[in-house]
């Protein structure tokens, strides 16, 4: 699709909303993670892919020339994605602080050149060899980038019989606000871009998906939830609700190891049989 030539105001006041949403949608996932010093059900596969995502998403955005908004939100997004992946290997992979920090900087400033160099790159075949297909491509990988983070969630969401751990609701529901207004921006636009249109709904489907999964775990477990409050202890701590919880959906390619079994337990379980009937010793006679 060929580059914005224009933006109506309407387009930069809904892509603004979006942005300011989309900027700040991961502070809440960020704080929560800090908070509770853990990344349980938080894929670090899905944040590393949504911080990659923005180098190609920033590049399109940049030279489709779309309001100014969207082209700052892939820059907030890969940055504050960037950080939340840094928490997932500090708290659950035990990565040490500062080779976090020096990873996640490298990284920062690698996606920066590499956005950089996409743009002049992508400018240069469109604008000297009127070219699109290289634009086009470059804004499917962000695409599927983007999409396939997503790919962790359904498998945790089955693992946990629907219920939604580790991620704060409060990311989903800016999350949702600022997909929804991006895509309206891009209606407002003069030309509607299919490619980002599609990625706007599929991330608002998702999170919304999120919700009504959790909301479907709240309505089954009810009872369970109303037992572990008479009893004064959390759901994760209640043994029927842990029975419950565990019984769920176990994907077969994750195995447990047998555990080895003890030597001495084994010759235990030996029985030797004695014989039935016992050899009768052999007289001998003393020689004269």
């Known amino acids: 699709m060929a ?12 892509g603004t909303i979006g942005t300011v949403f989309w900027c700040i949608q991961l502070l809440p996932q960020i704080y929560r993670s800090y908070r509770t010093k853990s990344t349980e059900g938080v894929p670090p596969a899905m944040m590393f892919l949504w911080s990659a995502s923005g180098v190609p998403f ?29 928490q997932c290997m500090y708290y659950s992979s035990k990565w ?13 400033v ?41 790919i962790p969630i359904p498998s945790e969401l089955i693992k946990r019989r629907g219920r939604v751990v580790g991620i704060d609701f409060l990311f989903l529901l800016i999350d949702w606000f600022g997909a929804f207004f991006s895509l309206m921006s891009l209606v407002a636009q003069n030309t509607f871009d299919p490619l980002f249109g599609t990625l706007y709904a599929l991330c608002a489907f998702m999170e919304m998906s999120m919700f009504l999964s959790h ?13 572990c409050k008479d009893a004064g202890l959390g759901f994760d701590s209640h043994p029927e609700a842990l029975e419950w919880q565990n019984n769920g959906f176990k994907f077969p390619w994750k195995r447990t190891a047998s555990a080895p079994r003890d030597p001495q337990s084994e010759s235990a379980d030996v029985v030797v049989s004695e014989p039935s009937e016992k050899i009768a010793p052999i007289a001998t006679e003393d020689c004269v």
């Open 110 to 150: 690698l996606d920066g050149g590499l956005q950089g160099l996409l743009v002049w790159l992508l400018r240069m075949a469109y604008y000297e060899k009127n070219l699109e297909w290289p634009l086009t491509f470059i804004g499917a990988v962000a695409f599927v980038l983007l999409i396939s983070g997503y």
């Open 58 to 86: 920033g590049a399109y955005a940049i030279v489709q020339n779309f309001n100014i908004p969207i082209q700052i939100q892939p820059q907030c997004f890969c940055l504050f994605c960037l950080v939340n992946w840094g």
């Open 3 to 14: 580059p914005q030539t224009s933006i109506p105001p309407a387009a930069n006041v809904l």
């Open 215 to 227: 909301g479907i775990w709240l309505l089954r477990t009810r009872r369970l939830r109303k037992k």
């Open 96 to 108: 040490k602080a500062r080779n976090v920090f020096m990873i996640c900087t490298a990284i920062l």
